[in-house]
């Protein structure tokens, strides 16, 4: 018997196995290319379960982001670690979208079905990226990881709104920022391989990040709220950071951000981190 895409996005995304969470989630997206639009079965009567963490494996050993240990890049293991770093943000992105397309299922059909296409980039990029480590002697689980993205994700399980502002527009964003010079000091080392994957995964990053900003657009239209208003509250509100190092303004554009809010947002910035800067010093004072 055939299962429904919520239960198949259930037994994905409580799987504990990378391996079958994978499958499941390249099976989910089969099924939805094979179902004819209007047509995809979501139980919207069905129990939505409530849950603190998706399914992830014993390993890697899960730490707060300040007690992940520093490596030198220079070194194997440090490099080691660099693409575990990756690997471990493409598993956690496919929780996340598979996350958004099981809890999120009053939204229209087509919401799922991006979402449940983005779970199968994901598990692709993971699969690619935990193969690059393993070409070092290494494998998933080898080194302690965080779990801040799977954090922002149960913080926003209760609106997708929330979750298409915080999730794909700030922390997914991010690697839109970051990729490229990830990508330059990987190509000094002469990994060509790794820089392959790399440039898969950017060029799919964007079109996620896309996907994000269109359904953000579509609810803030829907509930007639103003977006980028909305969004910088929302910045406050959660005490999140925007731009910090060099910021992809090109790749960002790409993904549907505007001039115009691309300029807000690093105003919000500056003046956020000149409030900090005035705190500190009114406190040594």
């Keep these: 018997m055939k299962m429904s895409i919520a239960a198949l996005l259930e037994s994905a995304l409580l799987s504990t196995l990378p391996d079958e969470k994978c499958s499941l989630s ?46 030198k890049f220079s070194t194997e293991e440090g490099y080691a670690a660099l693409l575990h770093a990756v690997c471990h943000i493409e598993f956690n992105a496919i929780n996340l979208a598979l996350d958004a397309a099981y809890r999120f299922r009053l939204m229209p059909e087509e919401f799922t079905r991006d979402w449940v296409r983005i779970a199968a980039e994901e598990a692709h990029h993971f ?13 998933y689980g ?15 399980a209760f609106d997708p709104l929330l979750r298409m502002a915080l999730v794909p527009r700030v ?32 060029c799919e990053e964007v079109g996620h990040v896309q996907v994000g900003n ?3 657009q579509y609810l803030c239209a829907q509930r007639g709220l103003e977006p980028q208003a909305l969004f910088r509250r929302l910045l406050s509100r959660y005490d999140l950071f925007i731009f910090r190092g060099y910021v992809n303004i090109e790749a960002r554009e790409q993904a549907g951000f ?17 409030d900090v800067h005035n705190w500190r010093l009114a406190l040594q004072n």
């Design 26 to 71: 390249h099976t989910a997206h089969k099924l939805c290319i094979q179902t004819p639009a209007n047509a995809l079965k979501r139980e919207v009567t069905a129990l939505i379960r409530d849950f603190r963490f998706a399914g992830h494996p014993a390993r890697p050993k899960l730490v707060p982001p300040s007690k992940v240990k520093s490596r």
């Design 127 to 139: 699969q690619l990226m935990r193969q690059r480590l393993q070409a070092f002697g290494y494998d």
């Design 142 to 156: 080898d080194f302690a990881a965080h779990n801040h993205l799977w954090d922002m994700a149960y913080k926003t």
């Design 171 to 202: 922390l997914e964003a991010r690697g839109l920022d970051v990729t490229p010079g990830m990508r330059s000091k990987i190509a000094q080392k002469g990994d060509e391989h790794t820089c392959a994957v790399l440039d898969i995964i950017y």
């Design 214 to 216: 269109y359904w953000y």
């Design 258 to 274: 505007s001039r115009f809010e691309l300029e807000m947002l690093e105003n919000f910035e500056q003046s956020r981190q000149s």
